[in-house]
């Protein structure tokens, strides 16, 4: 099984700011199975960015993915009041899929 | 949209069945997943089945436990959940996999299990 590992665990980021949150996989990852998924309290997951760098509809455009092999990137620019909540990066190997652990972003 | 219903308290080693209706969408050509969601946890995949229920899989910790279903002259999907343990304790999401892609696009509010004597 493929872990994934994101860090840092928390971010602590000014509004205007950019937020640059890192998911490493133990093994290597095809970028067509490497997604990104946004949580605020209460709510389901909500998919940002799809086969490591494609917004998925309605995302905003300061929202980028980047990476392939064992390292993948979620850049966040311009911080928003919206955009602090927990960020997952998710694969899909085997038939299978996992998430990372998350990393929370919040007002510093 | 995707409407979960089904959730519960239940006892170690009980039974549940979670359903899922499917709206607004041609529910018979997506792939569906249920994902699960402990308190202060991160998401974990659950199940997989395709459009024609020919490609099913899971992950290890439910397999043999777990059986997912689906009705498409219903727009339905099914979680069939016996043997069920304290770590089974969860939200659980019924989500659909992005036609063509590996994400999960489309997400349900979740239904909430609680596996407690």
């Known amino acids: 099984e493929i872990v994934l590992t994101q860090s840092p665990g928390t971010l602590s980021v000014s509004p205007g700011e950019r937020a640059t949150l890192s998911c490493r996989a133990s093994q290597s990852v095809d970028s067509k199975y490497l997604a990104w998924y946004q949580q605020k309290p209460g709510q389901a997951p909500r998919v940002l960015i799809y086969?490591?760098?494609s917004r998925a509809t309605g995302i905003p455009d300061r929202f980028s993915g980047s990476g392939s092999g064992t390292d993948f990137t979620l850049t966040i620019n311009r911080l928003e009041p919206e955009d602090f909540a927990v960020y997952y990066c998710q694969q899909y190997g085997n038939s299978k899929w996992t998430f990372g652990q998350g990393t929370k972003v919040e007002i510093k | 949209q995707l409407v979960e219903s089904g959730g519960g308290l239940v006892q170690p080693g009980g039974s549940l069945r979670l359903s899922c209706a499917a709206y607004?969408?041609?529910?018979?050509?997506?792939?569906m997943t249920w994902v699960r969601q402990a308190p202060g946890k991160g998401p974990e995949w659950v199940s997989y089945?395709?459009?024609?229920?020919?490609?099913?899989s899971y992950a290890d910790s439910v397999k043999g436990r777990f059986t997912i279903s689906r009705d498409n002259a219903k727009n339905s999907l099914y979680l069939q959940m016996n043997s069920l343990r304290a770590e089974d304790t969860a939200v659980y999401y019924c989500v659909s996999r992005r036609s063509g892609w590996y994400d999960f696009d489309i997400w349900g509010q979740g239904t909430m299990v609680i596996v407690s004597s």
């Open positions: 089945v395709s459009g024609s229920s020919t490609s099913i």
């Open positions: 086969a490591a760098s």
């Open positions: 607004g969408f041609t529910f018979s050509s997506q792939s």
